[in-house]
């Protein structure tokens, strides 16, 4: 099982773990919490949308872009609350 990604060098600890091939690039789809304290700086690093995606358990490294992106909760500027968010990327060509 693979506990975390990163993200344009952010470490993200996940709770699930998929990864594909599609048409011969990889996709990886992973689901990780975000705390009221967090959901600023997550969801400005994920308005970027292209990132240098890095799978340190599994000896990934990839260009990946955002295909699929949603949160349990839309407002987490109220204190002390904790969505789920889930993730897919998809390895673009360089």
């Known amino acids: 099982m693979v506990h975390e990604i990163s993200l344009n060098n952010k470490p993200i600890k996940i709770t699930t773990y998929n990864e594909d091939s599609i048409d011969g690039f990889i996709q990886i789809s992973v689901n990780f919490k975000v705390t009221s304290a967090e959901y600023h700086d997550m969801t400005t690093l994920l308005y970027n949308g292209t990132f240098e995606v890095k799978v340190p358990e599994r000896n ?4 990946g872009t955002i295909i ?3 949160t349990s909760i ?11 968010f889930s993730l897919s990327l998809l390895e673009v060509k360089q």
Not at 60 to 63: A, E, I, P, S, Y
Not at 74 to 84: A, R
């Open 68 to 70: 699929k992106y949603s």
């Open 74 to 84: 839309t407002n987490l500027y109220k204190e002390d609350q904790v969505g789920d």
């Open 60 to 63: 990934l490294t990839f260009q």
